[in-house]
């Protein structure tokens, strides 16, 4: 079955640290991964995405997630947190039908 | 741009009303999604379309039902609410023109069934 794992419900990092956000899937075939990011009392706004080629990818607000096929990781990295990053992420997998399955989110809290 | 736009925002039923919430986006896009959001749970997809006239069952598709008449419309309806249909309801779309495009969503509709 396919599956998508967010171990952790909340992260906490200070300003100004790196921070990551951990993700784990389970599919058959090859997996295109996202990462949403919500806002309070906003719909989800895309991040970023995987499909094929470079295992670092690159998004918007100076995020970043790593691929890692042996490990079925992908990870949402950014280098120094914001205050502002403070949100609910949810790492996403298409299951190949333009339908997505969604991880159960991780709240991250970032403190000044 | 508008982009996806939900109504009602929020709205409190009885056991056994009906009601249709309506999604509208303007991005001229192929697809359209109902998802529910639950605390804990992530989204999960109620129905979907792949374009005008065509409708398909989510993950968790009972007690509900949906139309595309309009390309730019989905409208999802509860024929007889549910204290378990509780939840802050999701509509997306996205383009058929690159299957890894992104989903764009709505800022939700805060429903609760007393």
């Known amino acids: 079955a396919q599956s998508v794992a967010q171990p952790e419900d909340q992260v906490n990092v200070a300003e100004g640290n790196p921070l990551t956000v951990k993700c784990t899937y389970s599919?058959?075939?090859?997996?295109?991964l996202f990462w949403y990011v919500q806002y309070p009392n906003r719909g989800l706004q895309f991040l970023l995405k995987y499909i094929t080629g470079d295992n670092l990818v690159k998004g918007s607000y100076g995020f970043e997630a790593e691929f890692n096929k042996s490990q079925t990781s992908f990870h949402l990295k950014k280098p120094s947190a914001l205050v502002s990053d403070s949100a609910l992420y949810f790492c996403v997998m298409d299951t190949g039908r333009r339908a997505l399955t969604f991880g159960s989110g991780t709240r991250l809290q970032v403190q000044p | 741009n508008a982009g996806v736009t939900q109504t009602p925002k929020f709205r409190v039923l009885k056991t056994g009303q009906s009601m249709t919430l309506l999604c509208a986006q303007d991005?001229?896009?192929?697809?359209m999604y109902w998802y529910r959001q639950d605390p804990g749970m992530g989204l999960r997809l109620i129905h979907y379309?792949?374009?005008?006239?065509?409708?398909a069952k989510g993950e968790v598709p009972d007690g509900y039902n949906v139309s595309r008449l309009k390309k730019q419309n989905f409208l999802l309806g509860l024929e007889s609410a549910a204290p378990s249909q509780t939840s802050v309801y999701f509509c997306a779309s996205s383009s058929r023109t690159g299957w890894d495009q992104p989903q764009h969503f709505g800022d939700g509709t805060r429903l609760s069934i007393l």
């Open positions: 599919v058959s075939g090859n997996p295109y």
């Open positions: 379309s792949v374009g005008e006239g065509t409708t």
């Open positions: 991005m001229n896009h192929e697809y």
